[in-house]
């Protein structure tokens, strides 16, 4: 795929934010989320993954810092069960979370937030504040690109002029940085490793404990996972959302992560497939399938 295709910038709707705030909330979160709390500062931001006791993961996520409190941007689908999840456990810490009003726009390009006073470094994870606009550096080998979350009512003032794309740019970005959005009905289905969170830094083993890091840690420590994300390809979309994936013996051997597909030149989708099917040809739909990244 040549991302580079659709350079431009898009709103996403899909996109949403939640507070935590208080005088307890970092380490309410670091009980709370897969990766360390502690290593947020204003600059970067985190992968990070809310899970179950039994190390299911409920909802991936970005988070980074907004003053004073913790701002969680992820699929709207899940938010509402984050927000749920985690008041289980305040009990009686000074911890405040909510959801707070924002607009995200997704960025392909490397003239349209890179550069002036919104400037933004290589470094992976960097995040750059301008105003009340926070521009995540989400850029691959592949192009670069960026999630600018705005809490102003306005369009920002540097996004004002860009090409705008008739494709949710950061959903197409998620999707090719093998990252997935997780709804209400893939939620509590797969834990860390398999949706790709080592790749993203989402899972830090040296921290202490949170809310599932028993079953992440023993499946990090004692044995390889047998299943993995991964971003595919076809030449046209499948039956239905569940359609399953095929070796040539039949034998089904993935399945599509629902709700992560994007119909282009081709359409392209992510799905959970068994790594000791990789070497052999795949279907869905009786098309054969593509592995464009891990």
Wanted: aromatic share 10%; net charge negative; with cysteine.
């Amino acid at each position: 795929m040549n991302i580079r295709e659709y350079l431009g910038t898009n709103i996403d709707t899909d996109l949403i934010t939640i507070s935590v705030s208080g005088d307890d909330s970092s380490k309410f979160l670091q009980g709370q989320l897969s990766n360390d709390i502690d290593n947020l500062k204003d600059n970067n931001y985190q992968y990070s993954s809310f899970s179950t006791n039994q190390g299911k993961v409920i909802a991936t996520m970005r988070i980074f810092k907004k003053d004073s409190e913790y701002i969680i941007l992820t699929n709207h689908d899940v938010a509402n069960f984050i927000i749920e999840g985690l008041k289980k456990y305040i009990l009686m810490s000074k911890v405040n979370i909510k959801l707070i009003e924002s607009k995200c726009y997704g960025v392909l390009g490397e003239n349209i937030v890179n550069e002036g006073k919104s400037k933004l470094t290589k470094n992976i994870y960097n995040l750059k504040k301008e105003n009340d606009n926070y521009i995540l550096n989400t850029s691959s080998s592949k192009c670069s690109s960026y999630i600018v979350v705005t809490f102003s009512k306005n369009v920002p003032s540097f996004l004002a002029e860009s090409i705008i794309s008739d494709i949710n740019i950061s959903k197409l970005i998620d999707l090719t940085n093998v990252f997935p959005r997780l709804n209400d009905i893939t939620r509590e289905t797969f834990i860390p490793q398999v949706l790709n969170m080592e790749k993203h830094d989402g899972i830090n083993y040296k921290k202490g404990c949170y809310t599932g890091q028993e079953i992440v840690a023993r499946t990090h420590y004692l044995g390889k996972i047998k299943k993995k994300l991964f971003f595919c390809s076809c030449e046209s979309s499948p039956l239905s959302d569940e359609s399953k994936i095929y070796n040539k013996d039949a034998e089904v051997v993935g399945e599509l992560l629902q709700g992560n597909y994007i119909n282009l030149d081709k359409y392209y989708f992510q799905s959970i497939i068994k790594i000791n099917a990789l070497d052999a040809p795949l279907f869905m739909d009786e098309k054969e399938i593509t592995i464009e990244e891990s």
